[in-house]
Structures are given as structure tokens and as C-alpha cells.
């Protein structure tokens, strides 16, 4: 069957295939431990969900503008106001089914044939095959593991071509849970300003931060005068456990945003309304939220320290990125390949069909020879799963 040059190439998520596929084998009756899925255990806050409820019964289930409802917009700048000290205008918002149309949206619009993207690896999935989409291309650039992957101004050099026309990174990042700091930001912010390369900074698991020291930097912990073109991806599915409700939003400037808003009309017309009432609560409502992120942070802090702990106690010496934010764990399983395992991704295959742990490989994000682990889940399944990886992997030395 001949289909479009638009989609020939494209295969689903890695990451959403990994947990259907874990999801068919706990339906047919197996043990199945999923640590595959990237969205928070949590329940959505109810007073978040009420606010929601109480908008389908006042009838606010009707189309809204394109951006968004205005209250949610200006909500959502006064949060960024907040974030980066300076004023934010509602108008610079655009609210979206989710962060990954708010990134379709920003690379569909910005970049197209013979642009050249670059993409801050190890990265989360998506990113290379929406660059494709738009008909551009894709270009990876891994930072030094000794620095958890992060990218310099020093890594751009090395692959910045005159068909450069922006950045992508991942701040606290899917899947190492690295964190940039301020300075690191400016220097790449720099970077970009000085050769009039877009940066767009996806900050989605900016409020999972394990620093004790309130939500992770950002861009807009930059200061003005080192930015130049930048588009701020962000959203409430992570941090309000809103996963399914599908609201994202970017942050630009006025008139790129209003692209974004005129090519979102044509495609889904704007996000589902009742998302979007929940949404104000989660941005306006601010004690509530606050009291939310606090209490699924701890949460959150307390199982990355334990899986830590216990990566050292069952795997030792097996090399591991120390996440500063987000849920996620990301290690290097090439010592255990073998004549029959010479991937991460057969590795984690052998491992969820003898062991019943579903992981995600690395080649899902530029290198497989690691693997990413959630850990949004409880201690008790935390301590199950890495009892069988270190169990798996005893009997495969044995064997």
C-alpha cells in the first residue's frame, strides 16, 4: 500500500508501544510489572476535577477560541510572570491537547525542507520523528555522560551547520532526569540568540523536582537579554497528574503565536473545554496547587531516592544517571549483553518475558545500549521490579 511521504517513515511511540504491549500480557493473566509509562500515579486533585464537573453542569462544553479560553491564557501568564520575574501577556499563550501538539505545533510552523533541528540527547521519543513530520531533519547531539548527558555550547559547535535552524532540549529531562542549571541555560540561550537558531525548551516535568529548592530552571530563568527567538513548552499533565485531560500550552512571541493559534484551528480547533476549566483551577488556584505539587513531589524525591538505594545495593557498579527531576531512571544495561542480548532493546524483551518487568529501551531514545525506568509508582512495586532485574540479571551470568 503506498502511503504519504508524510507519515512512510513514521512508527508509533516507543514508549506507548512498550505499555500496550505490557498491558495485553497483564490482561492475559501474567505478572506484569509496567514501568514503561511516562504519567504520574497520582489521582487528578479533585479540586481540580470538581472545577471540571461543575463546568459541564454550568454548560461550558461548547467550542472556545482556538488559544484558548482568555481566563485560562491569563492565568497561565500570571503563573509565567510569577516563574520569570518580568511580565508575560496572555497573548503570547496557546493552549493545546497536550504538550505533544504544542511541540507539532511550534516545529510545523518554524521549520520545514532542508531546516536542520537539533536535538539534545538521549531524548524523549517524539521529538525526532514531529522534526520529520515538517519535513525537516532531525539532528542528535549527546552531551558527556560525565555531565548526565547535558549538552554545551561546546556539543552545538560540533554539529552546527549554516542549514541550523533550531534546538530542542528537555528540562528536567525524559528520560535521564537531568536538570540544567541557570547558567547552563544561558549559555545555550546565548548560543542561540548570537546565530538566530529558534531554541524551544520543553519544561513539562519543570514542578518534579527533586531539589528541594522549588520547580526546576527554565528559560524563563534567563535573563531577557540572552534570549533570542524561543518558543516555552509546558503543560499540566505532569505536574497535576492530568495526563489524559490533554492540556498543553506554548509560550512565543504574539505573532508566532498567532501561527500556532491559526494552524491549531484547522487541525483540533482548540483543546476539550471541560480540560481546559480544569485546567484554570490547577493555574489560578494557587494554595491548592501549591499544596498538590508539594505533597506528589515528596512523593516522588523519596522513590527516586530509593531507587537509587537500591541500585546500588542489587546492581552495582551498573552506571546510572542520578535524576534531578522527573520519574524516571535511566542506566546502562550494555554489561549485560551477551551472545544472545547485544541491544537494550533484547535485553528488555528477555527481561519482560522472563522476569515480567516492562522497561523502556534506549533506542526509543538514541542509544541503546540503556534503558528507562519509571518510577511513578509505589515503593513496594519500586522494590519488586529491581529485585527482578537483579534477579534476571544473576541468572543470565549463570547461565
Not at 500500500?1 to 500496550?20: D, G, H, R, W, Y
Not at 501538539?101 to 531546516?115: E, K
Not at 528488555?348 to 519509571?374: E, I, N, T, Y
Request: aromatic share 8%; proline share 5%.
Amino acid at each position: 500500500m503506498q502511503f504519504s511521504a508524510n507519515v512512510e517513515k513514521l512508527k508509533p511511540s516507543a514508549t506507548i508501544a512498550v505499555s500496550t504491549l505490557a498491558k495485553k500480557l497483564a490482561a492475559e493473566g501474567r505478572d506484569i510489572i509496567n514501568l514503561s509509562a511516562g504519567e504520574p500515579d497520582f489521582d487528578t486533585p479533585a479540586f481540580i476535577s470538581d472545577a471540571a464537573i461543575q463546568g459541564i453542569r454550568d454548560g461550558r462544553t461548547r467550542y472556545t477560541p482556538p488559544a484558548g479560553i482568555p481566563e485560562l491564557r491569563s492565568a497561565i501568564a500570571e503563573r509565567l510572570s510569577e516563574r520569570s520575574g518580568r511580565k508575560m501577556e496572555s497573548d503570547g499563550v496557546v493552549v493545546t491537547a497536550g504538550a505533544k501538539q504544542a511541540l507539532f505545533n511550534a516545529l510545523f510552523t518554524l521549520f520545514g525542507p532542508g531546516d536542520e533541528v537539533m536535538v539534545a540527547a538521549p531524548y524523549w521519543t517524539t521529538y525526532p520523528d514531529l522534526i520529520r513530520i515538517a519535513r525537516a531533519e532531525p539532528v542528535e547531539v549527546f552531551g558527556d555522560q560525565t555531565n548526565d548527558f547535558k549538552i554545551t555550547p561546546a556539543d552545538l559547535d560540533q554539529h552546527v551547520t549554516d542549514s541550523t535552524r533550531g534546538l530542542i532540549i528537555n528540562t528536567p529531562c525524559n528520560p535521564t532526569g537531568a536538570v540544567y542549571s541557570v547558567e547552563e541555560l544561558t549559555g545555550l540561550a546565548e548560543w542561540c540568540r548570537d546565530r538566530g537558531v529558534w531554541l524551544l525548551s520543553d519544561e513539562i516535568y519543570r514542578n518534579i523536582h527533586h531539589a528541594g529548592d522549588g520547580a526546576a530552571p527554565g528559560i524563563l530563568s534567563v535573563p531577557a537579554e540572552s534570549l533570542g527567538p524561543y518558543v516555552l513548552i509546558d503543560g499540566a499533565s505532569k505536574s497535576f497528574a492530568m495526563t489524559g485531560w490533554r492540556i498543553g500550552f506554548t509560550y512565543a512571541d504574539a505573532e508566532v503565536t498567532r501561527k500556532f493559534s491559526a494552524l491549531q484551528s484547522q487541525i483540533t480547533s482548540n483543546s476539550a473545554t471541560p480540560s481546559q476549566v480544569a485546567a484554570l483551577a490547577a493555574f489560578s488556584d494557587t494554595d491548592a496547587a501549591d499544596a498538590s505539587l508539594a505533597e506528589m513531589g515528596e512523593a516522588f524525591t523519596r522513590r527516586r531516592d530509593l531507587v537509587c538505594r537500591l541500585m546500588g545495593e542489587l546492581l552495582p557498579g551498573v552506571p546510572f544517571i542520578e535524576p534531578g527531576g522527573a520519574f524516571y531512571l535511566f542506566f546502562c544495561v550494555e554489561g549485560f549483553f551477551d551472545d544472545g542480548v547485544t541491544n537494550a532493546t533484547e535485553w528488555c524483551s528477555r527481561l519482560l518475558q522472563k522476569q515480567g518487568v516492562a522497561l523502556v529501551p534506549g533506542a526509543a531514545f538514541g542509544d541503546d545500549r540503556w534503558v528507562r525506568m519509571s518510577f511513578a509508582t509505589s515503593d513496594e512495586i519500586i522494590e519488586q521490579a529491581l529485585s527482578r532485574i537483579s534477579s534476571s540479571v544473576r541468572a543470565a551470568s549463570v547461565g
